[in-house]
């Protein structure tokens, strides 16, 4: 393993080692790790190979932090980035991070009025993040000098040359200060970004994250899109729909971690969290409360969650995006091992989409879109289980105490009456659909990358989505194998492809019961897979068979162990 650097080693000071401790940032990112001390010590123009993500932008934002004098009264850094919402997000990012407020941060982009940006820029601005068209704009109107600015700095180059901005640029760097320092950020280095290197920076030097060779197997992989605000609400569900949950959920802050841990326990989850900030004696207590099952969600960061070596874990839950695919198959590689088989479930918001295209893109991992549970399923599975437990009771031995009590309790009063109070006294809580608060549902909603908007347009590298047939266009279909066959939701996505030869990437919402199991694929696709699957049923009838609509519901057998996600 390597040795961990801190934010201290890279040679940042104490006030901004303050606010990233204010942030819950715990240590650099290895893009961090490269950029910081380069551009807060060295003289070269810089290119940083990486990803939307790998917080390429605190890398640059915090050497500036560090060296910009605050209201100098002229722009002392321009950051270029190819869309609007990413210049907003880098100026949120360099605002949060900037400690000393007299440090002036600006967006300036099309779409938002002039009068505003005229105002701004008069006002005076230390760093400028924009758009190239609308910086270009205002350099031509006389309304943005750039002749004193000391750093230029290109945001996520490549996606600006494909959509169009390489002539602006060009332009731009023709109206910039040519004593400034450059450091250009790109995913990919195709031959155009090469020669806005060569032709406008000097002697750059290239830093790069290896690209980590990855692989996982056992684990069944699966994410959930729910809007940041319904994350917490979806988590709870993915924790009740299961039997016997025991595993970790990833949390980008230290801050996140606290609140997370507190909120799964005020809502009756024996839920705790680690992070750097416990003492040594701390963490070893939790981590001995969760080995030996006394809590069974454990909420950690990644840095805390290092050298965590728990076995039988069935689920790693990444309640917010690693930061990269490395740490990515890091955290889902702690449950599926032992040949037993895990499930790592990721919440991804619509925004965050390309990232995680690219994360299984790079971790050559499969993750299949699956629907949040939906409370009636939940109730549904809860009743089941009950009614499990108590078959199981009711073969035990009673205690004798127990008996006599029930007599007592039957003696004048019906048996029904009774045992109603008994699970309204007891399980009245676990059946309350209104202790569920609402998720939307973006299952069927288009992702960006559907929609068609340019910058989303090269998806075809992902494996991340879905052919874009609404719900009419969908079919449940029902395959008659289930868990007693040895099947499990993986097992039957892969049935599905190889046997029927749909990938599995338009297969959703697996569900395996006991004795038969559903999914739901394309009108399309379900047609050939009850093609595919025709000569093969048992005793006439056929393996697979789309389902009537009164099996949709797919209601859990009679003795579940829980719609388990890949157990
Ligand atoms: P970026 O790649 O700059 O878009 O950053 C992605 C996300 O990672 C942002 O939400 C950042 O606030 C967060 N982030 C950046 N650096 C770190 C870090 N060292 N530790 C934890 N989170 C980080």
């Not at 123009?45 to 050497?63: H, V």
């Not at 692989?215 to 039997?243: G, H, M, N, P």
């Not at 109730?379 to 007592?408: C, G």
């Amino acid at each position: 393993m390597d040795i961990p650097i801190t934010f201290a080693d890279l040679g940042l000071s104490a006030p901004i080692l303050e606010a990233l401790s204010r942030k819950g940032f715990e240590e650099p990112t290895p893009i961090q790790a490269l950029v910081i001390p380069a551009l807060l010590r060295g003289e070269r123009d810089l290119i940083g190979q990486a990803q939307t993500g790998t917080g390429k932008t605190a890398a640059f934002a915090l050497p500036l932090i560090e060296r910009l004098v605050p209201g100098a009264g002229h722009v002392q850094a321009l950051v270029l980035a190819p869309t609007r919402e990413l210049a907003v997000q880098v100026c949120e990012e360099i605002v949060s991070l900037r400690g000393n407020p007299r440090l002036s941060v600006a967006p300036v982009y099309g779409g938002q009025a002039y009068s505003e940006q005229f105002r701004r820029l008069k006002q005076g601005v230390d760093i400028l993040v924009g758009t190239p068209g609308r910086i270009l704009d205002h350099l031509e109107r006389g309304s943005l000098k750039l002749d004193q600015a000391s750093y230029l700095i290109l945001d996520e180059a490549d996606e600006m040359l494909d959509m169009g901005f390489q002539d602006d640029i060009e332009k731009l760097l023709g109206q910039i200060n040519p004593d400034r320092r450059m450091l250009l950020f790109s995913a990919t280095m195709p031959d155009r970004i090469r020669q806005i290197a060569e032709k406008n920076m000097r002697n750059p030097e290239l830093l790069a994250v290896k690209s980590p060779q990855l692989t996982t197997s056992l684990t069944e992989q699966i994410y959930f899109e729910v809007t940041e605000s319904d994350k917490f609400e979806a988590l709870c569900r993915i924790l009740d729909l299961e039997d016997e949950f025991f595993g970790m959920i990833f949390c980008r802050t230290k801050i996140q971690t606290d609140d997370l841990a507190h909120k799964l326990s005020d809502r009756g989850y024996g839920a705790e969290g680690i992070h750097g900030d416990l003492s040594q004696g701390q963490r070893e207590a939790v981590l001995k409360k969760f080995k030996a099952r006394r809590i069974n969600v454990l909420c950690a960061t990644d840095v805390a969650a290092r050298g965590i070596d728990v076995e039988g874990m069935t689920h790693v839950i990444n309640y917010s995006l690693p930061q990269d695919p490395e740490a990515y198959v890091h955290r889902i590689g702690r449950t599926g091992r032992a040949g037993r088989e895990g499930t790592a479930v990721t919440f991804v918001s619509p925004e965050e989409y390309r990232k995680l295209a690219f994360i299984e893109r790079v971790s050559k991992s499969r993750i299949r879109k699956e629907r949040v549970p939906a409370i009636n399923e939940i109730i549904a599975l809860k009743k089941d289980r009950l009614i499990h437990q108590l078959e199981e009771s009711l073969d035990q031995e009673p205690l004798p105490l127990l008996e006599e009590l029930a007599e007592d309790l039957l003696k004048d009063r019906d048996a029904k009456s009774v045992l109603t109070a008994v699970l309204q006294r007891f399980a009245s809580e676990d059946f309350d659909e209104t202790s569920y608060a609402p998720v939307r549902d973006l299952f069927e909603r288009p992702s960006k990358e559907m929609r068609g908007d340019s910058r989303f347009d090269r998806g075809s590298s992902s494996r991340i989505d879905n052919r874009s047939e609404g719900p009419r266009g969908k079919a449940r279909l029902f395959i008659a194998l289930g868990r007693r066959d040895g099947l499990s939701p993986k097992k039957l996505i892969e049935l599905l492809e190889t046997k029927g030869g749909v990938p599995a990437r338009f297969i959703d919402d697996a569900a395996v019961l006991e004795e038969f199991s559903f999914a739901t694929v394309s009108f399309r696709d379900a047609e050939a897979l009850v093609q595919a699957f025709h000569s093969q049923g048992r005793q006439g009838k056929p393996l697979i068979k789309i389902a009537r609509p009164d099996e949709q519901g797919a209601q859990a057998p009679r003795k579940p162990r829980g719609r388990s996600f890949g157990r």
